[in-house]
């Protein structure tokens, strides 16, 4: 018998290994179909970690990603870009093959595809939704539903006091702060979320350098 997780990890390598080596565009969340460019999401991170001029490109085609892939037009990504200079270094060295614009496409998605995890943003949209709108939620969510809350989440996001960041080892009052579970840094992209309009919780998205594990979401409160 196959463990669940096993199979799971076994088919996100599979589809990581056919994403990279044909850089298919990617539109998950996307409203008016438009996608970013594929340069901005499937260079190799030696590529881009040469100095300060690259972490600057690497951010805008982040923000591109979050900004037209994602149609989030008020968010960023906040990171301090000395410190992520240093990560881009380490980077290089180990060979790492997720860029920073790559895996921002992947922690966007995964928050709108993890309706499992109790403590998720669409785990706690659910819950505003049905709150907001006086609708009982099935169990398992209709199809209709988990579109509805996709709907609302998106809606939350779009308040202009949301903020993503990029932990990168230090912690920023009100911003950033080191994943609850404790998932390193260096190995990882370690995004953080928070929506106010939505809770006080506060969301990581991890995304693994490597690409050997698939992408998960969890929040804390």
């Not at 076994?10 to 290994?17: D, I, K, M």
Request: proline share 3%.
């Amino acid at each position: 018998m196959f463990k669940i997780s096993e199979v799971v990890s076994a088919l996100w390598l599979t589809l990581q290994a056919f994403g990279t080596a044909l850089a298919l565009p990617c539109t998950s969340g996307v409203t008016d179909g438009t996608a970013v460019s594929i340069d901005c999401r499937g260079d190799l991170v030696a590529n881009l970690a040469d100095s300060s001029a690259d972490v600057a490109q690497e951010l805008r085609c982040a923000n591109a990603v979050i900004q037209k892939d994602f149609a989030f037009d008020t968010l960023s990504l906040s990171v301090d870009e000395k410190a992520l200079l240093e990560v881009f270094k380490v980077d290089q060295q180990q060979a790492y093959t997720i860029s920073l614009s790559r895996a921002t496409h992947l922690a966007l998605g995964q928050i709108f595809d993890n309706y499992e995890t109790v403590e998720s943003p669409l785990s706690i949209a659910a819950m505003g939704w049905s709150e907001t709108t006086g609708k009982y939620l099935s169990s398992p969510l209709k199809k209709t539903q988990k579109h509805a809350i996709s709907a609302y989440l998106r809606t939350q996001i779009q308040n202009q006091k949301t903020s993503l960041s990029l932990f990168t080892g230090t912690t920023v009052q009100g911003l950033s702060y080191p994943p609850e579970q404790g998932e390193a840094f260096d190995s990882n992209w370690v995004f953080v979320l928070r929506i106010p309009s939505l809770s006080d919780h506060i969301y990581w998205i991890i995304v693994d350098k490597k690409g050997q594990r698939a992408p998960y979401v969890y929040g804390f409160n």
